[in-house]
């Protein structure tokens, strides 16, 4: 329980899955040349209101502070004093780092200014979902500044390719990269680029978004510089981020009847070793031998190169009920450990995709068995998950008829690959089903000729799917 309406506690588990991803996207984003700051979470109400279109788009999801401090009446304890300007709790920072940027920056050398932020922000949902829409949530928010547009949209497409890259490798979920049409554009930007994996129930997640903001930000916020000819311009700036959502994802990605199922990179522990223990005299020797297996799988590598994460569970509860808390959460391999693997000098593990599968393997061997095992479940997750993907990408729709009794019809729907003459009131008419639109690169194409929804003659690649 939350306490707070739309909220969510995130319990260590859940919270150390989100500690790795961001120390893997922390690092590619540093490795770009972007540092890290802090903007304040309340920012004043005007500054939304210098870019109409971004505080349009944000207005029914704005949590707003309009009092401070609190006084005792009447019994109950009530707000006492009213703000001169009301405050927004932060739903997204374009606005508040557009104010610093206008301070910081003066000249051409000053550019490309890029900032990232890792922050909790708020987004006040009509109906909310774990980890997919929640009134708060963490993520990270990449700004930056540039001085041409190619630059901010190389920026952009950059960021773009890095979430597909990491949700690919590293969560083993596969995206459709690709282009939001114009009415799903982030509010106040020019394009909008989005990587959509597709959940087992065939429907769409957007799992992170990469903005060219063109100049409507810096014009709000009076963000200009001298060039090298010492002419005042513009800049052009981008904003990007990945947030919870992803851990959502890959819950509904990977998860069975039996819980989720982590790609070991995720996984805060690779291995999770069960001392089975029975009261018995033997109980202290066996933890020892738990202890022992752990060292000597953090000897081994992992498929980064790292040394497994090896965790000794030696809470007091029957083996059976802890490996079953550690295969519901997902622990990529299981070990259990009692007196006749200790006189045996050997292992009995669990591969979570293969629960019931027990292998036996001699101590010293065990290291480069695990290892070898996390490669071959990390390549397993993503290639079953390639495998939805391209089964679930529909081919053979050809009109609106035949979208809209597919999109009604089918339980699991999945995406359909056709053409789109680029009409909002074409994408439109098919939300009323649920249905967005992003529009492809050439790489991957379809042989239709006419628009899905219109049936007029068409060369718009897209992708039509119902989006959570």
Known sequence: MAHVRGSMVIKPWGYGIWERMQGRLDAEIRRR?????????LIPLSYFQREAEHVEGFAKEMAVVTHHRLEEKDGKVVPAAEFAEPLVVRPTSETIIGASMAEWINSYRDLPLLLNQWANVVRWEMRPRIFLRTTEFLWQEGHTAHATAEEA??????????????SEQWLAMPVIAGEKSPTERFPGALRTFTIEAMM?????LQAGTSHYLGQNFARAAGIDFLDADGDRKLVHTTSWGVSTRLIGGMVMQHGDDDGIRLPPR?????????????????DGEVREYALKVAEIVREAKDLDGEPIRAHVDLRQYRA?????????????????VGPRDLENEEVSWRVRHQSGDVRRTALTAFGTAVSAALKDLQDELLGSARRRLEEGVRRDIRTRAQAEELFREEARPGFVLAKWCGSPE???GLKGFGVTIRTLPESLSSDAQTC????????IEAVFGQSY
């Open 320 to 336: 059976q009920d802890k490996r079953w808390q550690w295969t519901k959460k997902g622990a990529p391999v299981i070990v259990e």
């Open 266 to 282: 995720i996984a805060p522990h690779q291995v999770v070793i069960v001392p089975v223990l029975r009261g018995a005299d033997s």
């Open 426 to 428: 074409c994408e439109v």
């Open 153 to 166: 949209v190389a920026e952009t497409l950059d960021i773009h390719r890095m979430y597909q890259e990491f």
């Open 200 to 204: 087992q129930d065939g429907k769409a």
């Open 452 to 459: 899905l929804a219109c049936g007029q003659p068409a060369d």
């Open 33 to 41: 040349g972007h540092e890290n700051a802090y903007f304040p979470v």
